[in-house]
Every structure is written in structure tokens, then in C-alpha cells.
């Protein structure tokens, strides 16, 4: 109210949001500068704010900001020009446009939107997609998806959903495919023109599809290590192929339990040999990018003997997991084409097309092998 109060032509207000829906009070400072003609920048900091440095000029804001690299941003959250310009193409985002995104804590390193943005480009669609970070799914589908509660004019297609909030999502939903609920999670949410939220898993069949033409699964002995929802996932798409499974946990007790749900067998993971197996699938977080980069679910001497080493992991490329694998003599396959299966599902759902997916392979493979840039710390 003091600044409205001003001569200043141009206000600006930057406020620091540690979850998505913390921005709606943003937003809704551009649609009162809007309907009092009032030049207004208005943004939300950190990375929980991104979104709003993306789409905030479609909804009235006089100007967003930008960095000449990462080096040099002067804000958290700021995304650089080429970002800004390029994988977000704020140029071209207006009202109209189709708002997709992934939800989780965290997504800003998510390789989604590397993926997705150069998908709707190279197929013309009208759409952006972007990193939400959400602590709580049903606060954010309530406030800011589903089009009969939402407290932001926006149009919202779709999300994808990662970690922790697979599950959690279920009981937010108008409708969830039969898998999904045996699986217990969703990945992909549906916003329909009527106002339906609908809830689709497709990690199931992408989770399998790096195995094709390297290994028959049915009849396989196949080994998943881990028992949350990945894991469950797979099971779901091994008991579709036919193959016999064994699910490998620290906690033997809940190995079981996962185990019983999908007709396959359990076994502790501390000691354990997989030599008899096909496939060994990492189906836990152990070797992702950043502090858990340097574990591994098992070593090269449990490996030895063992056909196939699958990790679901897919950054970095080559995981400590694969390393083992290939010291133990094993094939070796990372998680890259799952990742990029499972995206052009997504995309399938949202658009009706099928997806390009050499484009969404090669966006993820840029990022996957460009450098990793300097921290301030490192200067």
C-alpha cells in the first residue's frame, strides 16, 4: 500500500517462498496491478519461486529478470537468459498457454523440463512445463490445479509427480487407473476440460523398457533391490512379463510384505549373493547425483555371476552401481531410457500425440553431460 501510494512508476516486490503455493500471494498482486493499471514486477525468490520468474509477464508483470550465467546470478532461483529464453521460452507464454510441470521436494534438478520444453517445441504445442516444489500435494492441487478450487487463473494440463508425494497424491485424485492403485503410486496427473484430476502411473512399463531385445523376461530370474514405490513399480511390469522375482531390502520384514503383494519371493539384501539371477535391478536412490553418489546397493563380488545389472538411477550416467556391475563381469544398463519412456507417456496423456522422442532423449543427454557449473565456493 506505501508504494501504490508512491509516484513511482514501476514497483517492484520480490518475497523469498519455500513452497509453490507460498507464490499465490504474488500472483494475485499482478491481477490487483492489473485491474488498477499499475506497472508492477512481482516475484517470488528461491527455487520454490522459479515459476513465477516464468510465468509471471503472461499474467501482467511489467518485466522478469534474468542472469548472464549461473555464475553471476544476483538472486536464488534466478534462472539465466538462455533458461529463461530458451528452455522456458517466456517469449512466447500467454494465458492461454498450457501449464505443465512436475511436483516434488526437490525438482531443481529434475531433467524434465529439459525434456518436456523441447518436446512441446519441437510439436509446436503451446505449453511450458515447470519445477514446482511442493510439501504438501494436497494443499498444491487444491489451491493451484484443480480448476474448482484453484485461486489462480491458469491453464493447468498436467503434472508429473516424483518423490515424496506419489503416494500421497492418491487421495486427491477424481480418478486413478486400475494399475496406479495396485502400484500405490501415480506419476502422472491429467487435468481434464471438465475439471477431473486423473491419476496414471507409466514408470511400470518404462521401468522395463532399456530391457528389450537385451534379455527375455519371461520365465527370468530377476532380483529388484529396494521395496518403495520404484520397486513396486517394477514388479508390477515383471508380473505383466512373466518373469519370477525377488525383492531384496534391509528390512527383510517389508521386502516381504511388497513381495506378497506382487507374487514374488523376499530375501535380506545384507550378504546377499545374486549369481543365480538374470537381472539385478536397483530400484533404490543409492548412487543419485549428490550425497548419495558414492553408494551402491551392492559390490562387484555380489554382482559376479549375474547376467544383466540394471540401475534405475539415470544421473550421473554411470552410477557406482554399474561400475560394480561391470567389475563384476555383468552387462550393464542405466536409467536414461526409462527416464525418457516414461516422460513420452506423459506427454502421450497430456497432448494425445505421440512424442518425439529422440528430442527428449538428446534435451536429456545435454544436460546430463554438460559441466557441472562452479558454486561461489569454488571461485
Not at 528452455?87 to 512436475?102: A, C, D, E, K, M
Not at 506419476?187 to 521401468?207: K, Q
Not at 531384496?248 to 545384507?270: D, I, K, N
Request: charged share 20%.
Amino acid at each position: 500500500e506505501r508504494m501504490a501510494a508512491s509516484r513511482a512508476h514501476v514497483i517492484k516486490i520480490a518475497v523469498l517462498a519455500r513452497d509453490a503455493v507460498e507464490c499465490l500471494p504474488v500472483m494475485r498482486l499482478l491481477e490487483r496491478a492489473r485491474r488498477e493499471g499499475r506497472a508492477l514486477v512481482a516475484l517470488a525468490m528461491g527455487e520454490a519461486g522459479m515459476w513465477t520468474r516464468v510465468v509471471g509477464p503472461a499474467h501482467g508483470s511489467f518485466l522478469t529478470y534474468a542472469a548472464p550465467d549461473e555464475e553471476h546470478a544476483t538472486a536464488p532461483g534466478q534462472l539465466t537468459a538462455d533458461a529463461l529464453v530458451g528452455l522456458y521460452r517466456v517469449r512466447s507464454i500467454n494465458p492461454r498457454t498450457q501449464v505443465t510441470g512436475i511436483v516434488g521436494s526437490p525438482v531443481s534438478h529434475s531433467l524434465s523440463p529439459h525434456m518436456h520444453n523441447a518436446a512441446f517445441a519441437a510439436h509446436g504445442t503451446d505449453a511450458v512445463y515447470l519445477p514446482f516444489e511442493v510439501r504438501d500435494a494436497g494443499a498444491f492441487l487444491r489451491r493451484m490445479v484443480s480448476p474448482r478450487t484453484r485461486e489462480l487463473e491458469w491453464n493447468v494440463r498436467g503434472l508429473s509427480v516424483t518423490a515424496p508425494h506419489k503416494s500421497a497424491v492418491l487421495a486427491h485424485l477424481d480418478r486413478v487407473e486400475p494399475k496406479a492403485l495396485k502400484i500405490g503410486a501415480v506419476n502422472t496427473i491429467v487435468v481434464e476440460e471438465w475439471g477431473e484430476l486423473r491419476g496414471y502411473n507409466t514408470d511400470a512399463e518404462a521401468s522395463l523398457a532399456p530391457l528389450d531385445g537385451l534379455v527375455e523376461l519371461k520365465g527370468a530370474q530377476v532380483a529388484v533391490v529396494g521395496a518403495g514405490g520404484a520397486a513396486r513399480a517394477v514388479l508390477w511390469a515383471l508380473r505383466q512379463r512373466g518373469a519370477e522375482a525377488t525383492v531384496y531390502a534391509r528390512r527383510v520384514e517389508r521386502a516381504r510384505e511388497v513381495a506378497e503383494e506382487f507374487g514374488a519371493s523376499a530375501a535380506p539384501l545384507t550378504g546377499a549373493s545374486f549369481a543365480r539371477f538374470d537381472v539385478v535391478i536397483n530400484a533404490t536412490p543409492l548412487g543419485t547425483r549428490g550425497r548419495l553418489e558414492g553408494e551402491t546397493p551392492a559390490h562387484a563380488a555380489q554382482l559376479a555371476g549375474a547376467r544383466l545389472v540394471y540401475d534405475l538411477v539415470y544421473n550421473p550416467r554411470a552410477t557406482r552401481f554399474m561400475r560394480e556391475g561391470r567389475e563384476a563381469g555383468c552387462r550393464v544398463v542405466g536409467g536414461l531410457a526409462m527416464l525418457v519412456a516414461q516422460a513420452a507417456a506423459q506427454f502421450k496423456l497430456w497432448t494425445g500425440a505421440d512424442a518425439p522422442l529422440e528430442v527428449m532423449r538428446r534435451a536429456a543427454e545435454r544436460v546430463l553431460t554438460a559441466p557441472s557449473p562452479q558454486t561461489p565456493g569454488d571461485r
